[in-house]
Each structure stands twice: as structure tokens, then as C-alpha cells.
DNA sequence: AGTTGGACCTGACTGC
DNA sequence: TGCAGTCAGGTCCAAC
């Protein structure tokens, strides 16, 4: 599942190789694509024809930023299977595809998704705050926003699980199922346990293991385990699985003591793995 | 307002 | 071998 690492990945490929580029032609190839824009025509009237000035990102969405008199991002999320490639034109299509957009040097940047939950949005601006899809988004992870007394106010009105909370776009940006059960790992904390609940030191733990999960998760390119399909735009997987201490381990020994790895399904219908002897 | 469950979507996997 | 059923989870929406 693409979560921040995934999209940060992403965007710092992409802040490398396309910015300066124009992207000339955006095609639609799967409808669903286009639908938090409301039509194909309105994407690619928006989009085409000018040149990308930099790319952003927000949570788990990847942002393309688009010159010109009234400046224009272009939101891409990623959704559960959606990935971003940068390939020379002339290379076959893959039948996931969703859609393409054909910049001026000759390369295709290819929104593919299986799933088909991610979306292309084109958005007036480059703040990504003024924007309906970040309106409700917390603070990101990284900034100095995110500190303990943010954590201890946010999480203080929670009556709901860590494990939700912690996927909550709202406390805080860009964290999905994976980096969720990582992190609360490593901070020690059970996912069934009401946020509220934390102790000053708790909350010291969560904050670190945020920070540093999330990085550890950056610097290894992301998570390509099982039937996570994650590619970076060069097509190459993500290392970060090596890591998981929990994350699709059910009836697995504990790395730390040998304990058989739990899962029990969340609130919302999502399973969360966790060692009943590690984490309190 | 905060919390919860269902819907969307399709490939991979399970069981008979 | 085949096919129905289940699972995966990011995000939105309706209902408590």
C-alpha cells in the first residue's frame, strides 16, 4: 500500500528526472481515473500544455506543480495499487495503465492502477492546505507542527484505538496499515489500546517510532512484500519488508522474543499485527 | 463530533 | 481443473 514512504519515494524520483519538463498530453485511458475532477476534459484543459516547476507531496499524495499566470497542481493518490513509472514512450503499455501523460522530451510519466482507488486531480494553487482533498489532513510527521504537545492535545479527546487513530489522516498525515502496525511496534503500544490511554512517556515513544519508522521506511524506498505491488518510477521495489517486525507476520515468532505474532481485526474491518509480549 | 461499518475495486489465494 | 468465496486496504459516506 503506498503510505508516505511509498509517495516520498515517488516524488523525490520525480523531482529529479521531470522537473523542468512540459507535459504536453494527458490521455485518460480508465474513466474512474478522473472522477474527484468531475470530467476527463476539465483535467486535461487544466493540466496540458504546461510545464512542471516542482514536485510536492501531502500524506500519501504525490504533487506535481504546474507553471503558469494561475498556477495548477496536479494531485496524483495513489490508492491502494497505484504507481507512478517514467518510461521512454516508445515502451509497450501495461494493461493497468489508467492514464498517461506525455511529456515534451519524448517520456511517458504512466499512472498505472490495478485497483483502480487512486485518482488524477487537477486543483487551482499550489498550497495544498487550500485544497478540499488536504482540508481535513493533520500535520505532516516531519514538520515541526507534529511535536509532543500536538500529540498530547490531539490525542487527549480519542476514545478510539491507537491502531485507528494512527491511520487517521486528521492526527496526523500520510500513515496507512503497514507503517501503522510498524510503528506501534516499535513504540511498544498495542493497537487495541484507546488513544486517550497514553502516558506522558507512551506518547514520547509513539512520537519517536513515528519519526523514525517513516524514515527508516524512506531511506529503503518504500514496502514490496507479498501482494503489496509497490515500484518506484524506475520499476524497482521497495527494500523496506526486510524490516517488518509485524506487518503480515500472523503465527510468526516475534523477532524480539518469539512470541507468535497476533492479528486481530480493527475497527473498520482491517487486521492489525502486533506481539501480545512487546507491546502494552 | 467522534466512531463505526459498508462500498468501491480486482488479483491472489483457499477450499471443495 | 474449476469456480465460488474471501481477503487486501485508502478513502468517502451514511448511520449511530
Known amino acids: 500500500m503506498p503510505e508516505l514512504p511509498e509517495a516520498e519515494t515517488i516524488r523525490r524520483q520525480l523531482e529529479e528526472e521531470v522537473v523542468g519538463a512540459r507535459l504536453q498530453r494527458l490521455t485518460i485511458h480508465v474513466g474512474r481515473v478522473a472522477r474527484e475532477q468531475g470530467s ?24 506535481l506543480f504546474l507553471d503558469g499566470r494561475q498556477p495548477v497542481t496536479l494531485i496524483i493518490r495513489l490508492g491502494m495499487t497505484g504507481l507512478v513509472r517514467l518510461v521512454d514512450r516508445r515502451e509497450p503499455q501495461d494493461k493497468a495503465t489508467a492514464a498517461t501523460l506525455e511529456l515534451n522530451d519524448g517520456r511517458d510519466l504512466r499512472f498505472l492502477d490495478q485497483r483502480q482507488f487512486g485518482s488524477l486531480t487537477a486543483r487551482p494553487g499550489h498550497d495544498p492546505d487550500a485544497m478540499p482533498e488536504f482540508s481535513h489532513y493533520g500535520p505532516e510527521p516531519f514538520s515541526e507542527e507534529f511535536d509532543l504537545e500536538y500529540l498530547k492535545s490531539a490525542l487527549a479527546r480519542r476514545t478510539a484505538k491507537l491502531g485507528v487513530v494512527l491511520m487517521d489522516q486528521q492526527f496526523v498525515a500520510g500513515i496507512g496499515k503497514i507503517y501503522s502496525d510498524e510503528i506501534l511496534f516499535q513504540a511498544g503500544l498495542r493497537p487495541g489500546r484507546s488513544a486517550k490511554s497514553l502516558t506522558g512517556p507512551m506518547r514520547e515513544r509513539l512520537w519517536r517510532a513515528i519519526r523514525e519508522v517513516l524514515a527508516k521506511g524512506i531511506e529503503r524506498h518504500g514496502s514490496s512484500a507479498r501482494d503489496e505491488t509497490f515500484r518506484d518510477i524506475r520499476g524497482v521495489p521497495g527494500r523496506f519488508q526486510e524490516c517488518f517486525y509485524v506487518y503480515q507476520r500472523t503465527g510468526e515468532p516475534c523477532r524480539v522474543c518469539g512470541t507468535p505474532i497476533r492479528r486481530t481485526p480493527l475497527p473498520g474491518g482491517r487486521g492489525m499485527h502486533w506481539c501480545p509480549t512487546c507491546q502494552k
Open 40 to 63: 476527463e476534459a476539465e483535467l486535461r484543459a487544466l493540466t496540458e500544455g504546461r510545464s512542471i516547476e516542482g514536485v510536492g507531496r501531502r500524506g500519501k499524495a504525490v504533487l
